[in-house]
């Protein structure tokens, strides 16, 4: 089981928040839980926990941030959720035909290469709502990911297989580059490796 700390960080480099995360393949699939610190690295403020099936679709999900929650999962081709406020009175339901739930945790990145599984060379384009920041108000996007690249570096237990992705944002046109070894993220816009204590689960998703 992967144990490690994420530093999430601004456009300018700096530490907005950090993840202190778990993740493992269970019998049904695969799950990522953090908790989430600020910049101090010692008070929390949220957590992120996603649940996916076999398949590795989102059938849980559940953001903590600042007061507010989401929890949702997929079902049917839609994605639903429930949002509430820090006030706790104001939560509000809806749903979208999208593939699940996007957002600033690097989770979100394992959880969306497992629902692809491309081969090397291979690229798709998902529909995702992305919980955006300060308030994980829903939006949703559909973004095209490339599996351009997988390499084999030696490791004292064996080679260890990095695979490079490229993602463009179909509506803006962003490109940005994400590395991941098994179901932990290496390198990705605005999220660094800050600790691993065990290695990464290498086992892969559905192959396309």
């Known amino acids: 089981m992967p144990r490690g700390l994420y530093s999430l960080r601004d456009h300018h480099g ?4 950090y993840e202190q995360f778990s993740c493992a393949p269970g019998p049904a699939g ?3 839980h953090a908790q989430v610190l600020a910049p101090d690295g010692r008070t929390p403020t949220g957590l992120v926990d996603v649940t996916t099936d ?14 507010w929650v989401v929890r949702g ?14 006030s706790g009175e104001d939560a509000s339901e809806d749903t979208a035909p999208a593939a ?23 690229s798709s384009s998902v529909r ?7 308030v994980l108000a829903p939006l949703p996007i559909e973004v095209s990911w490339s599996l351009t690249t997988v390499e084999q ?3 004292e237990v064996g080679p260890l297989p990095v695979e490079r992705y490229e993602t463009e944002d ?6 940005a580059a994400v590395h991941l070894a098994g179901d932990v993220v290496l390198a990705a816009p605005g999220v660094e490796l800050d600790a691993l204590e065990t290695p990464p689960t290498l086992s892969s998703g559905p192959s396309r």
């Open 30 to 32: 695969w799950r990522y």
């Open 73 to 86: 999962g997929v079902a049917g081709g839609e994605t639903f959720w429930v949002r509430t406020g820090p």
């Open 170 to 175: 179909l509506a803006s046109g962003q490109r």
């Open 54 to 67: 076999a398949r590795g679709l989102q059938i849980r999900v559940e953001v903590r941030t600042d007061g």
């Open 153 to 155: 570096y030696p490791t």
């Open 100 to 122: 699940g739930f996007t957002g600033r945790s690097p989770g979100f990145l394992v959880a969306v290469t497992r629902l692809l599984g491309l081969r090397a060379g291979a």
């Open 128 to 134: 995702l709502v992305a919980l955006t920041d300060p």
């Open 14 to 17: 700096m530490v907005v928040a």
